[in-house]
């Protein structure tokens, strides 16, 4: 590998993500957190990290250590893994494939992409940042360096939740060993990197919790970011008045996380204009 190759965008920002997880939770670990203070008389139900290593009880300590390893291993899953890309060069039976779908009358056209030049399944775009064609396109992630498609997608919010879980942990800890009651200069001396810690955690938090919420509103019901965002620029969409690919929340949840029921999503637009031709006929 040549040596420029690790100063990469994809490098440096997993390098980043790593060093600053590993960071915050030293911060957590060497400053005394949770501890009652007189001027601020509060009990904690979760006794401080340091306490417990000192007292030499590591259930809780091993426990938020496990975590934020888990955290770590599935973003760097996330990031790392092929998110779904079309294939540039087909298989044989890719291209046999192609000759029937070409043979047989579409209710939608395949288009090819202009980019790459693949004949583009249903829910497929082309990103530019990773210049492949990604099948059931959600968004390009900054933070990841790579796509969030239909193979990535599942552990993308199972990523979130579990990031969610740590941060509040976290946020937590730091919140409970700040002592605001304090001259200014020991007060910065002695909790300003931990409140710049606080300040961090609330900050992703904040974005951690959105992102989940708002992915599992758009996994209810079966669309993605790029469709919920574009929909009136997909052809696919913009011909039809809802979503062709809803199913239900049940059917939906069981596809997404499971895969099942499977199929193509040009056999259930198909299936979806069935239905829909069928009722007309039935109403006329």
């Avoid at 009652?36 to 007292?55: F, K, M, S, V």
């Avoid at 955290?71 to 990031?79: D, G, R, W």
């Avoid at 959600?138 to 990523?159: I, K, Q, S, T």
Wanted: hydrophobic fraction near 45%; glycine fraction near 6%; charged fraction near 15%.
């Amino acid at each position: 590998m040549a040596p420029w190759a690790l100063l990469s965008p994809g490098v440096l920002v997993r390098t980043g993500h790593t060093v600053l997880t590993w960071g915050i939770t030293l911060v957590l670990f060497l400053h005394d957190t949770g501890e009652p203070d007189p001027a601020r008389p509060r009990t904690y139900p979760i006794p401080p990290l340091r306490q417990w290593e000192e007292q030499g009880e590591l259930l809780l300590p091993l426990t938020f250590l496990l975590l934020v390893l888990g955290s770590l291993l599935l973003y760097l899953a996330v990031s790392l893994m092929d998110p779904g890309y079309v294939n540039v060069l087909p298989q044989p039976q890719e291209e046999a494939k192609e000759e029937q779908t070409a043979m047989v009358p579409q209710a939608i056209p395949l288009r090819r992409c202009r980019f790459c030049m693949v004949l583009q399944p249903l829910r497929a775009r082309h990103c530019r940042e990773c210049r492949r064609c990604v099948r059931r396109y959600d968004h390009h992630c900054p933070w990841m360096e790579n796509c969030v498609g239909e193979r990535n997608h599942p552990l993308f919010v199972a990523y979130l939740a579990l990031q969610l879980v740590v941060l509040l942990w976290g946020l937590y800890l730091a919140w409970s060993g700040l002592r605001f009651f304090q001259p200014w200069g020991l007060w910065l001396r002695s909790s300003g990197l931990l409140f710049a810690t606080f300040l961090l955690l609330s900050l992703f938090s904040l974005v951690a919790g959105l992102l989940l919420a708002s992915h599992l509103y758009l996994v209810a019901g079966n669309t993605t970011t790029w469709e919920f965002i574009s929909s009136h620029r997909i052809t696919y969409l913009r011909q039809r008045p809802g979503n062709p690919f809803d199913r239900g929340l049940t059917r939906n949840l069981a596809h997404f996380f499971c895969g099942w029921p499977s199929g193509s999503w040009e056999t259930l637009w198909a299936e979806e204009e069935e239905e829909e031709q069928d009722g007309s006929s039935q109403a006329v």
